[in-house]
């Protein structure tokens, strides 16, 4: 029985878009199908890894009959993927299989009753809801997420901190060595209430990753022990990290000594020059700051050595210093502005970050011994 008949691209967008979190190997084997789901002229599309679940839906028509039905995410994609742009597509279910035809292309896939996919359920809580737009929200992410921890044993690290208070609503994360903080003040709603949560680490890079850069809105519903977002056709269902984020206000220091303005653009291709030359485990670089002068000089277990110096406008105390290249490199990529002021008191006290003008974002680093 013919389930739909449209345009390879009314398949493959959606597709795309819920297929990201799908793991590739699973104890339930199940987890690695997308359920598709007909009705009427409206197919739906959802996956889960029963922590996160994306759902999407598209118009489509052609079918004479509707219906449900899992089938492998990965291989799905791959043979849409793979057809002709302007290909017509069939999809069909014919015993426990469904078939993909395309001109004279013909596949057919295992299937897994659409009964027995995981659902995730919402919470039965009345949700807090805020509005902003999905350019807004994504460079909220963009700024924060790289400081996430990946595998700490620290779980609550291993996730961003999303906290309403004060009219703003606020992003922090950080993995034990360095803490990204970004705030946006949310205009005409109720927020009186002080609120935090925590978003796994997954949860986030798949926002960052659909979420657009555009003035549309996206529509956050905060429960309990879950998250909802809503944009475009998308809907995202995540469950929370359970447990206490660390007081960041404590992290970034309440005073500073010295503050000097560095060219970003410049900084950047210094770091990433003399970068070339550290180790992929110890990835330090000692930034050498005296009135005038910036050098950054990297060296290796090879005795090979790299510098670099820029002239810039300073006339404070003198410093040398060892920071992990990445970390900076990870900041300044992620800024856009054309100044970063470094602010710091000595060598062996974290250096505070900042953007001229901007109090919406600070970068909090530890110094390393080199």
């Keep these: 029985m013919i389930l739909v008949k449209t345009q390879r691209d009314s398949l493959l967008v959606p597709l795309q878009s819920v297929s990201g979190i799908v793991e590739k190997r699973h ?17 739906t599309f959802l996956a889960t890894d029963i922590e996160i679940q994306v759902t999407t839906s598209a118009e489509v028509g052609g079918g004479d009959v509707d219906g449900a039905v899992t089938v492998s995410a990965r291989k799905l994609l791959d043979i849409l993927r793979s057809l002709p742009e302007s290909s ?16 004279k292309s013909r596949f057919n896939l295992l299937t897994l009753p659409a009964e027995d996919f995981p659902r995730m359920a919402v919470a039965e809580t009345e949700p807090r809801r805020i509005e902003l737009s999905q350019k807004q929200f994504r460079h909220l992410l963009g700024q924060t997420q790289f400081s996430m921890a990946t595998q700490d044993v620290r779980y609550y690290l291993n996730g961003l901190l999303l906290l309403l208070e004060g009219g703003e609503l606020r992003a922090v994360a950080t993995d034990g060595h360095r803490l990204a903080y970004a705030s946006l003040t949310l205009n005409e709603q109720d927020l009186s209430t002080r609120q935090e949560l925590i978003l796994p680490r997954k949860t986030v890079l798949e926002l960052n990753r659909l979420l657009a850069d555009s003035e549309d809105p996206v529509q956050i519903d905060m429960m309990a022990n879950q ?27 309440a005073s500073l000594r010295n503050l000097v303005a560095l060219n970003r653009v410049a900084l950047l291709q210094s770091l990433n020059r003399v970068a070339i030359l550290t180790s992929e485990k110890f990835r330090g670089v000692r930034l050498i700051l005296t009135p005038g002068s910036l050098k950054i000089v990297a060296a290796n277990q090879e005795q090979e050595e790299a510098q670099e110096e820029i002239e810039i406008d300073y006339s404070g105390e003198a410093i040398d210093v060892g920071f992990n290249v990445g970390y900076l490199l990870d900041m300044f990529n992620n800024a856009s502005s054309e100044l970063v002021e470094w602010g710091f008191n000595d060598a062996g006290s974290s250096a505070l970050l900042t953007l001229p003008g901007n109090e919406h974002f600070k970068y909090v680093v530890m110094p390393m011994r080199i």
């Design 27 to 43: 104890t339930l084997p199940i987890l690695s199908n997308v359920l598709l789901e007909k009705r009427g002229d409206k197919l």
């Design 88 to 103: 017509e597509v069939t999809l069909s279910i014919e015993d426990k299989r469904l078939q993909i035809k395309a001109s």
């Design 227 to 253: 998250i909802r977002f809503q944009f475009g056709n998308i809907v995202l269902l995540s469950k929370l990290i359970d447990g206490k984020f660390p007081d960041y206000e404590r992290v970034v220091p």
